[in-house]
């Protein structure tokens, strides 16, 4: 009797293709968006930290004129960003004390209240000088809260000059044009206290036949 080999339809099942497959962590693709994806994040951490990169600090709610004693009610909060803290130190901070505090020169509505305007109320018991100071007889970035010596230079070359305060306030400082044959001028208001008042008829007779210097002291 001779087998015969049965053969069926189906061949015998082949062995799976071996195939050279890449660690998915070697893609080039999949570091690409790995890069992405941290790019991304450091960029949105970086946004929303500058995005709170504000002071928030006091402004006026309506029009302040000298004298006003300062409360919540004068004041609104606002939220800025300063590009330094120089600037933002120059005005009131919201979480500042303001018990005692009061505006030394108007402050008009929706203006930032400045520190130098925001004065203790001792110190804003002083009489307004205005003085008209030509150009280049002040620091050229002269401003208000600035403490000064006021001298007068007399026209005479042979007269020297004389020294009628020290360590005067500065209450404000305006440009002033078309003073003395078109030569620019500063407006400048000085705060005197009571023991200043004494020099003042001796400071407006000197002040009359010589020009007024302003010299600023040191901090």
């Known amino acids: 009797m001779v087998d015969t080999a049965v053969r069926s339809g189906f061949g015998a099942p082949s062995a799976p293709a071996q195939r050279n497959r890449r660690a998915r962590w070697k893609d080039g693709r999949l570091l690409l968006g790995v890069l992405l994806v941290a790019v991304t994040g450091l960029a949105g951490?970086?946004?929303l930290s500058?995005?709170?990169?504000?002071?928030?600090?006091?402004?006026?709610?309506?029009d302040l004129p000298a004298g006003t004693k300062l409360t919540g009610d004068d004041l609104t909060t606002v939220r800025v960003r300063f590009t330094?803290?120089?600037?933002?130190?120059?005005?009131?901070a919201a979480d500042a004390d303001l018990k005692g505090l009061v505006i030394a020169r108007p402050v008009d509505a929706g203006e930032f209240?400045?520190?130098e305007a925001a004065v203790p109320e001792a110190e804003s018991n002083?009489?307004?000088?205005?003085?008209?100071?030509?150009?280049?007889?002040?620091?050229?970035?002269?401003?208000?809260?600035?403490?000064?010596d006021i001298?007068?230079?007399p026209k005479?070359?042979?007269?020297?000059?004389?020294?009628?305060?020290?360590?005067?306030?500065?209450?404000?400082?305006?440009?002033?044009?078309?003073?003395?044959?078109?030569s620019a001028r500063r407006q400048v208001l000085v705060g005197l206290d009571q023991d200043d008042l004494r020099r003042l008829p001796a400071a407006l007779t000197a002040m009359s036949s010589g020009e007024p210097v302003l010299v600023r002291r040191g901090s």
């Open 84 to 92: 330094s803290s120089d600037d933002a130190n120059k005005y009131v």
């Open 45 to 47: 951490a970086k946004l």
């Open 113 to 115: 209240v400045p520190r």
């Open 156 to 182: 005479a070359q042979d007269q020297a000059a004389k020294l009628m305060w020290s360590d005067v306030r500065v209450l404000q400082v305006d440009a002033v044009k078309g003073v003395a044959g078109g």
């Open 126 to 148: 002083r009489t307004e000088l205005p003085l008209s100071v030509a150009t280049g007889k002040l620091p050229s970035d002269a401003a208000a809260g600035d403490q000064v």
């Open 50 to 62: 500058s995005a709170d990169d504000t002071t928030t600090i006091w402004a006026a709610k309506h």
């Open 151 to 153: 001298w007068v230079i």
